[in-house]
Protein backbone atom coordinates (compact mmCIF):
# COMPACT_ATOMS: atom_id res chain seq x y z
CA UNK A 1 0.00 0.00 0.00
CA UNK A 2 0.82 3.22 -0.97
CA UNK A 3 1.23 6.48 1.89
CA UNK A 4 0.57 9.59 -0.07
CA UNK A 5 0.45 13.37 1.26
CA UNK A 6 -2.83 15.26 1.04
CA UNK A 7 0.09 18.68 0.26
CA UNK A 8 1.20 16.46 -3.00
CA UNK A 9 -0.34 15.65 -6.49
CA UNK A 10 -1.31 12.00 -6.57
CA UNK A 11 0.25 9.65 -8.75
CA UNK A 12 -0.98 9.43 -12.00
CA UNK A 13 -2.31 5.84 -11.34
CA UNK A 14 -4.15 7.12 -8.43
CA UNK A 15 -6.16 9.89 -9.71
CA UNK A 16 -9.83 8.86 -10.06
CA UNK A 17 -10.15 7.04 -6.76
CA UNK A 18 -12.74 7.06 -4.60
CA UNK A 19 -11.61 8.55 -1.52
CA UNK A 20 -12.84 7.76 1.89
CA UNK A 21 -12.78 10.86 3.81
CA UNK A 22 -12.46 11.41 7.76
CA UNK A 23 -10.38 10.80 10.78
CA UNK A 24 -10.57 7.09 11.37
CA UNK A 25 -9.07 6.79 14.71
CA UNK A 26 -9.59 3.52 15.88
CA UNK A 27 -10.95 2.30 12.69
CA UNK A 28 -14.04 0.87 14.22
CA UNK A 29 -16.81 -0.53 13.05
CA UNK A 30 -18.57 3.12 11.88
CA UNK A 31 -15.06 3.74 9.84
CA UNK A 32 -15.43 0.33 8.56
CA UNK A 33 -18.39 1.03 6.85
CA UNK A 34 -17.41 4.29 5.39
CA UNK A 35 -13.88 2.74 4.17
CA UNK A 36 -15.74 -0.54 3.16
CA UNK A 37 -18.61 1.49 0.82
CA UNK A 38 -15.39 3.48 -0.92
CA UNK A 39 -13.89 0.20 -1.70
CA UNK A 40 -16.75 -1.25 -2.80
CA UNK A 41 -17.59 1.60 -4.94
CA UNK A 42 -13.55 1.68 -6.65
CA UNK A 43 -13.80 -2.29 -7.31
CA UNK A 44 -17.53 -1.61 -9.38
CA UNK A 45 -15.97 1.79 -11.00
CA UNK A 46 -12.60 0.11 -11.91
CA UNK A 47 -10.69 2.97 -9.91
CA UNK A 48 -8.39 3.02 -7.05
CA UNK A 49 -9.75 3.02 -3.36
CA UNK A 50 -7.82 5.83 -1.50
CA UNK A 51 -8.62 6.35 2.39
CA UNK A 52 -7.84 9.92 3.45
CA UNK A 53 -6.85 10.32 6.77
CA UNK A 54 -5.49 13.88 8.96
CA UNK A 55 -2.60 14.30 11.31
CA UNK A 56 -2.03 15.35 13.95
CA UNK A 57 -6.12 14.74 14.90
CA UNK A 58 -7.63 17.98 14.62
CA UNK A 59 -8.01 17.99 18.17
CA UNK A 60 -4.42 18.32 18.96
CA UNK A 61 -3.93 21.29 16.90
CA UNK A 62 -6.76 23.37 18.33
CA UNK A 63 -6.09 22.08 21.84
CA UNK A 64 -2.20 21.41 22.11
CA UNK A 65 -2.29 20.44 25.96
CA UNK A 66 -5.39 18.02 25.76
CA UNK A 67 -4.31 14.55 27.05
CA UNK A 68 -3.12 11.93 25.10
CA UNK A 69 -6.32 10.14 22.92
CA UNK A 70 -5.30 8.61 19.68
CA UNK A 71 -6.65 5.17 19.72
CA UNK A 72 -4.43 4.12 16.48
CA UNK A 73 -0.64 5.31 14.94
CA UNK A 74 -0.16 6.09 11.58
CA UNK A 75 1.11 2.91 10.56
CA UNK A 76 -1.63 1.09 12.38
CA UNK A 77 -4.13 2.55 10.33
CA UNK A 78 -2.10 1.97 6.77
CA UNK A 79 -1.81 -1.58 8.27
CA UNK A 80 -5.78 -1.50 8.87
CA UNK A 81 -6.54 0.38 5.75
CA UNK A 82 -4.41 -2.21 3.88
CA UNK A 83 -6.52 -5.38 5.21
CA UNK A 84 -9.41 -3.56 4.21
CA UNK A 85 -8.35 -3.44 0.67
CA UNK A 86 -7.59 0.05 0.14
CA UNK A 87 -5.23 0.66 -2.66
CA UNK A 88 -3.26 3.85 -0.54
CA UNK A 89 -3.82 6.12 2.26
CA UNK A 90 -3.47 9.58 1.98
CA UNK A 91 -2.37 11.76 4.85
CA UNK A 92 -3.73 15.50 4.80
CA UNK A 93 -1.27 17.12 7.66
CA UNK A 94 -3.71 18.96 9.88
CA UNK A 95 -1.82 22.72 9.70
CA UNK A 96 -2.36 25.95 10.23
CA UNK A 97 -2.72 26.27 5.87
CA UNK A 98 -5.23 23.54 5.78
CA UNK A 99 -7.05 25.18 8.45
CA UNK A 100 -7.16 28.48 7.10
CA UNK A 101 -8.60 27.01 3.33
CA UNK A 102 -12.49 27.60 3.16
CA UNK A 103 -14.41 24.63 2.34
CA UNK A 104 -14.66 25.14 -1.49
CA UNK A 105 -10.91 25.89 -1.83
CA UNK A 106 -10.46 22.10 0.09
CA UNK A 107 -12.10 20.70 -2.87
CA UNK A 108 -10.83 22.54 -5.42
CA UNK A 109 -6.86 22.60 -4.31
CA UNK A 110 -6.76 19.51 -2.16
CA UNK A 111 -9.66 17.45 -3.29
CA UNK A 112 -9.50 17.87 -7.34
CA UNK A 113 -6.46 19.85 -7.98
CA UNK A 114 -3.77 17.15 -5.84
CA UNK A 115 -5.77 14.43 -5.07
CA UNK A 116 -7.60 13.82 -8.76
CA UNK A 117 -10.92 12.70 -6.75
CA UNK A 118 -13.76 10.78 -8.94
CA UNK A 119 -15.35 10.31 -5.27
CA UNK A 120 -15.75 11.14 -2.06
CA UNK A 121 -17.10 9.02 0.66
CA UNK A 122 -18.10 10.27 4.04
CA UNK A 123 -19.50 9.77 7.19
CA UNK A 124 -22.98 12.08 8.32
CA UNK A 125 -21.18 13.95 10.57
CA UNK A 126 -18.10 15.18 8.30
CA UNK A 127 -17.00 18.78 8.57
CA UNK A 128 -14.54 20.47 6.40
CA UNK A 129 -13.13 23.46 6.20
CA UNK A 130 -12.55 27.04 7.51
CA UNK A 131 -14.96 27.21 11.01
CA UNK A 132 -16.27 24.04 10.02
CA UNK A 133 -17.78 25.48 6.60
CA UNK A 134 -18.52 22.51 4.95
CA UNK A 135 -20.75 19.27 5.66
CA UNK A 136 -22.07 16.41 3.50
CA UNK A 137 -24.42 18.59 2.00
CA UNK A 138 -21.92 21.48 0.73
CA UNK A 139 -19.68 18.45 -0.35
CA UNK A 140 -22.49 17.00 -2.68
CA UNK A 141 -23.20 20.34 -4.05
CA UNK A 142 -19.82 21.15 -4.71
CA UNK A 143 -18.87 17.53 -5.98
CA UNK A 144 -21.66 18.07 -9.06
CA UNK A 145 -20.20 21.61 -9.92
CA UNK A 146 -16.34 20.17 -10.11
CA UNK A 147 -17.23 16.87 -11.21
CA UNK A 148 -17.40 14.38 -8.27
CA UNK A 149 -19.35 12.15 -7.18
CA UNK A 150 -19.86 11.88 -3.22
CA UNK A 151 -21.39 9.18 -1.07
CA UNK A 152 -22.85 9.43 3.00
CA UNK A 153 -22.94 6.39 4.98
CA UNK A 154 -25.40 6.15 8.19
CA UNK A 155 -23.88 5.67 11.70
CA UNK A 156 -23.33 2.38 12.61
CA UNK A 157 -25.10 1.06 15.80
CA UNK A 158 -24.65 -1.50 18.77
CA UNK A 159 -27.19 -1.97 21.49
CA UNK A 160 -28.62 1.39 20.12
CA UNK A 161 -25.59 3.50 20.25
CA UNK A 162 -23.70 5.03 17.56
CA UNK A 163 -20.48 3.34 17.57
CA UNK A 164 -17.67 6.14 17.88
CA UNK A 165 -14.30 6.96 18.84
CA UNK A 166 -15.63 8.54 22.11
CA UNK A 167 -17.61 5.74 23.02
CA UNK A 168 -14.21 3.61 22.60
CA UNK A 169 -12.47 5.39 24.96
CA UNK A 170 -14.42 5.74 27.39
CA UNK A 171 -14.66 1.80 27.64
CA UNK A 172 -10.99 1.48 27.68
CA UNK A 173 -10.93 4.40 30.33
CA UNK A 174 -13.40 2.26 32.43
CA UNK A 175 -11.29 -0.81 32.74
CA UNK A 176 -13.66 -2.61 30.00
CA UNK A 177 -10.55 -3.70 26.78
CA UNK A 178 -13.71 -6.21 26.29
CA UNK A 179 -16.32 -3.51 25.29
CA UNK A 180 -13.67 -1.74 23.11
CA UNK A 181 -12.84 -4.47 21.47
CA UNK A 182 -16.40 -5.21 20.08
CA UNK A 183 -16.40 -1.48 19.07
CA UNK A 184 -13.29 -2.10 17.03
CA UNK A 185 -13.51 -5.53 15.67
CA UNK A 186 -9.67 -6.30 17.59
CA UNK A 187 -8.46 -5.58 20.85
CA UNK A 188 -7.27 -2.24 20.93
CA UNK A 189 -3.12 -2.52 20.96
CA UNK A 190 -0.40 -0.29 21.50
CA UNK A 191 3.15 -0.48 19.74
CA UNK A 192 6.18 0.49 20.88
CA UNK A 193 9.91 0.23 21.04
CA UNK A 194 10.90 -2.08 23.91
CA UNK A 195 12.85 0.24 26.04
CA UNK A 196 15.98 -1.29 28.92
CA UNK A 197 14.77 -0.59 32.42
CA UNK A 198 15.28 -0.91 35.94
CA UNK A 199 15.72 -5.40 34.98
CA UNK A 200 13.67 -5.86 38.83
CA UNK A 201 11.63 -8.16 37.04
CA UNK A 202 14.22 -10.91 35.87
CA UNK A 203 15.47 -11.04 39.82
CA UNK A 204 12.22 -12.26 40.52
CA UNK A 205 11.15 -14.40 37.87
CA UNK A 206 8.91 -11.80 35.96
CA UNK A 207 11.12 -10.43 33.45
CA UNK A 208 8.96 -7.53 31.29
CA UNK A 209 9.39 -5.34 28.24
CA UNK A 210 9.28 -1.49 28.93
CA UNK A 211 6.93 0.12 26.42
CA UNK A 212 6.26 4.18 26.74
CA UNK A 213 2.62 5.38 26.14
CA UNK A 214 3.62 8.57 23.78
CA UNK A 215 0.43 9.56 22.21
CA UNK A 216 -2.40 6.46 22.98
CA UNK A 217 -4.76 7.27 25.05
CA UNK A 218 -4.14 6.16 28.48
CA UNK A 219 -6.68 3.42 29.90
CA UNK A 220 -7.42 2.20 32.91
CA UNK A 221 -4.15 2.10 34.97
CA UNK A 222 -3.80 -1.69 36.27
CA UNK A 223 -3.14 -5.21 35.36
CA UNK A 224 -4.18 -6.75 32.13
CA UNK A 225 -4.31 -10.02 30.13
CA UNK A 226 -2.80 -9.12 27.10
CA UNK A 227 -0.97 -11.05 24.06
CA UNK A 228 2.49 -9.71 22.00
CA UNK A 229 2.95 -9.72 18.96
CA UNK A 230 6.54 -10.14 17.83
CA UNK A 231 8.79 -9.14 15.11
CA UNK A 232 8.09 -11.31 12.20
CA UNK A 233 4.35 -12.02 13.65
CA UNK A 234 4.92 -14.39 16.34
CA UNK A 235 1.75 -14.07 19.22
CA UNK A 236 2.62 -14.50 22.87
CA UNK A 237 -0.02 -14.60 25.76
CA UNK A 238 1.27 -12.42 29.21
CA UNK A 239 0.34 -10.22 31.47
CA UNK A 240 0.95 -6.23 31.96
CA UNK A 241 1.30 -3.90 33.85
CA UNK A 242 0.13 -0.33 32.68
CA UNK A 243 0.34 2.61 34.86
CA UNK A 244 2.90 4.39 37.10
CA UNK A 245 4.40 1.58 39.50
CA UNK A 246 3.56 3.16 42.78
CA UNK A 247 5.22 0.22 44.63
CA UNK A 248 8.25 2.37 43.12
CA UNK A 249 10.06 5.09 42.97
CA UNK A 250 10.20 7.65 41.39
CA UNK A 251 6.84 6.94 39.24
CA UNK A 252 7.61 6.12 35.93
CA UNK A 253 4.54 5.72 33.23
CA UNK A 254 5.03 2.48 31.04
CA UNK A 255 2.99 -0.60 29.68
CA UNK A 256 5.22 -3.90 31.19
CA UNK A 257 3.89 -6.80 29.63
CA UNK A 258 5.45 -9.90 31.03
CA UNK A 259 5.29 -12.97 28.30
CA UNK A 260 4.93 -16.68 29.04
CA UNK A 261 7.04 -19.09 27.95
CA UNK A 262 9.02 -17.07 26.46
CA UNK A 263 12.86 -15.99 26.59
CA UNK A 264 15.13 -13.54 24.70
CA UNK A 265 16.13 -10.18 24.04
CA UNK A 266 13.55 -8.00 22.87
CA UNK A 267 15.69 -4.22 23.37
CA UNK A 268 14.94 -1.92 21.02
CA UNK A 269 12.24 -4.23 18.87
CA UNK A 270 9.16 -2.91 18.00
CA UNK A 271 6.22 -4.67 19.42
CA UNK A 272 2.51 -4.35 19.85
CA UNK A 273 0.69 -5.30 22.85
CA UNK A 274 -3.36 -5.87 22.87
CA UNK A 275 -5.14 -5.15 25.58
CA UNK A 276 -7.50 -8.23 26.02
CA UNK A 277 -8.73 -8.32 30.03
CA UNK A 278 -8.47 -6.32 32.48
CA UNK A 279 -7.48 -7.92 36.04
CA UNK A 280 -7.19 -5.17 38.83
CA UNK A 281 -6.29 -2.08 39.99
CA UNK A 282 -2.80 -0.65 40.20
CA UNK A 283 -1.50 -1.55 44.12
CA UNK A 284 1.58 -0.69 46.44
CA UNK A 285 3.05 -3.24 47.79
CA UNK A 286 4.92 -3.09 51.29
CA UNK A 287 7.84 -5.28 50.18
CA UNK A 288 8.89 -6.93 47.23
CA UNK A 289 7.71 -10.60 48.55
CA UNK A 290 4.27 -9.69 48.97
CA UNK A 291 4.36 -8.25 45.25
CA UNK A 292 5.62 -11.10 43.45
CA UNK A 293 2.93 -13.23 45.24
CA UNK A 294 0.50 -11.32 43.67
CA UNK A 295 1.73 -10.91 39.92
CA UNK A 296 1.88 -14.84 40.24
CA UNK A 297 -1.52 -14.55 41.26
CA UNK A 298 -2.44 -11.95 37.99
CA UNK A 299 -0.21 -14.21 35.68
CA UNK A 300 -2.67 -17.07 36.55
CA UNK A 301 -5.49 -15.06 36.21
CA UNK A 302 -4.41 -13.87 32.50
CA UNK A 303 -3.71 -17.47 31.86
CA UNK A 304 -7.59 -18.14 32.56
CA UNK A 305 -9.10 -15.71 30.70
CA UNK A 306 -6.53 -15.81 27.95
CA UNK A 307 -7.63 -19.43 27.35
CA UNK A 308 -11.44 -18.41 26.93
Not at 16 to 40: K, M, P, S, Y
Not at 270 to 293: C, G, H, M, N, W
Request: glycine share 12%; hydrophobic share 40%; net charge negative.
Amino acid sequence: MERLSGSSAVPAHLRGGIVALGNFDGFHLGHQAVVGRAIERARTEGRPAIVATFDPHPVRFFRPDAPPFRLTTLDQRQELFAAAGADAMMVFEFDAELVALTARDYAEQRLVGLAGVGGVVTGEDFTFGKGRGGNTAVLAELGRELGFSTDVVAPVTLDGETVSSSRIREALQAGNPREAARLLTRPFAIRGLVEPGAKLGRTIGFPTANLRLGNYLRPAYGIYAVRGRLPGGRLLDGAANLGIRPSFDPPVELLEPHFFDFSGDLYEQEIEVQLIDYIRPEEKFDSLDALTVRIAEDCERAKAMLAR
